[in-house]
């Protein structure tokens, strides 16, 4: 296996745990590439749906993850716009119909190995924040920084249902937490790559914590990590700016 040098923070955890907005923020305060892996299973479960492919057709899944036409467009403190064939689909992978769909996918080993050149292509010069589930573990098991966020399901369903009502969309809270731990069983449970912690990471619990919390306090990780501060110096620059230079 051939990794890149470039530097990776990993953030790793279950979905509700705020780990997208913390390696969004993240990623643009250290002025890095961002990977958000699991819109990668979202858009490919989408994908499957256009091209009805049924959900469970390992072979044909995997010549469509080959063959993916999607491109990432970055914005400048914004979320990237995601382009699946020409069309935008930022919005709809979104719903709970495709993250049900993209965690039935993300269950086969052919499908997971499909994708894992394209999550490494991410790995660019100045460094990298990668958003998933086995970004530490399998992904950039050499990554300079592991993060692996917690939070009970309970919480990780009220944020969630905050943010559907803050769109429109009504559901239930007792659904949203039913639905929450049955994914959370699926990601844990797959034999291949199921979401647990590497075993060098380091867990935030952010139960009680706001976003800005979790992000001080990763930043304050990358400060005590020795690694970081001779990689380059943009980035010092921003640690500098961030007030967390040595
Ligand atoms: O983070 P998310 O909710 O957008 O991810 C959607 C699904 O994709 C999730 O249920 C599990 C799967 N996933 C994965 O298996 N591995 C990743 N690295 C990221 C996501």
């Not at 086969?108 to 499909?114: E, G, I, T």
């Amino acid at each position: 296996m051939i990794f890149r040098n470039e530097p990776v923070i990993t953030i790793d955890g279950a979905s509700g745990t705020g780990k997208g907005t913390v390696s969004q923020i993240l990623a643009t305060r250290l002025g890095w590439k961002f990977l958000d892996s699991g819109a990668l299973y979202r858009v490919l479960a989408l994908a499957a749906q256009k091209h009805s492919v049924a959900l469970d057709n390992e072979k044909a899944l995997e010549v469509l993850a080959e063959h993916l036409d999607v491109q990432f467009i970055a914005q400048e403190n914004r979320v990237s716009r995601i382009i699946l064939e020409g069309e935008d689909v930022t919005e709809v992978i979104r719903t709970e119909k495709v993250g049900n769909a993209a965690s039935q996918i993300a269950a086969l080993p052919a499908v997971r190995a499909s994708l894992l050149s394209r999550q490494r292509a991410f790995r660019e010069a100045p460094g990298l924040v990668a958003d998933g589930r086995d970004m530490g573990t399998v992904v950039f098991p050499d990554a300079e920084l592991k993060i692996f966020l917690t939070a009970s399901p309970e919480e990780r369903a009220l944020r969630r249902y905050n943010q559907l009502k803050e769109r429109g969309i009504s559901v239930t809270l007792s659904d949203l937490i039913k639905e929450l731990r049955e994914r959370d069983r699926r990601d844990q449970e797959r034999t291949v790559a199921p979401l647990k912690p590497a075993e060098d990471a380091v867990r935030i619990d952010t139960d009680r914590l706001t976003i800005d919390q979790v992000v001080e306090r990763i930043l304050s990780e990358i400060k005590q990590k020795k690694a970081f501060p001779a990689i380059s110096f943009p980035m010092m620059i921003e640690f500098a700016e961030a007030g967390i230079a040595e």
